[in-house]
Nanobody, 123 residues
Framework: QVHLVQSGGGLVQAGGSLSVSCAAS????????MAWFRQAPGKEREFVAG????????YYEDSVKGRFTISRDNHKNTVTLQMNSLKPEDTAVYYC????????????????WGQGTQVTVSS
């Protein structure tokens, strides 16, 4: 079983930057795909970004391409989402998730989840 603990996030004005991080415990982290999802009030949880076990393959949701960067450190068992040029529509609770094998945009294919971190972007 892998335990994911998130940190970061907060409140920022539009155009600003924030990062959210996820620390994993457990021996499967370095061989697992990691992803970030988000859920805005009244909306379904959606895929934001993901990367494979060694960080070489990444995938982004179209609205965040060029603004968000996902990265991982397999020595520290962490994954980070750096968010730049933030927009009010990026406001949501952000979740990290872990999955065996490859990246998936389907939340139901992820076995482990972080506790969620609020990101609020004011206009």
């Amino acid at each position: 079983q892998v335990h994911l603990v998130q940190s970061g996030g907060g409140l920022v004005q539009a155009g600003g930057s924030l990062s959210v991080s996820c620390a994993a415990s457990g021996r499967t982290f370095s061989t697992s795909a990691m992803a970030w999802f988000r859920q805005a009030p009244g909306k379904e949880r959606e895929f934001v970004a993901g990367l494979n076990w060694n960080g070489i393959i990444t995938y982004y949701e179209d609205s965040v391409k060029g603004r968000f960067t996902i990265s991982r450190d397999n020595h520290k068992n962490t994954v980070t989402l750096q968010m730049n040029s933030l927009k009010p529509e990026d406001t949501a609770v952000y979740y990290c998730a872990l999955r065996d094998w490859d990246i998936s945009t389907d939340q139901f294919e992820y076995a482990s989840w972080g506790q969620g971190t609020q990101v609020t972007v004011s206009s």
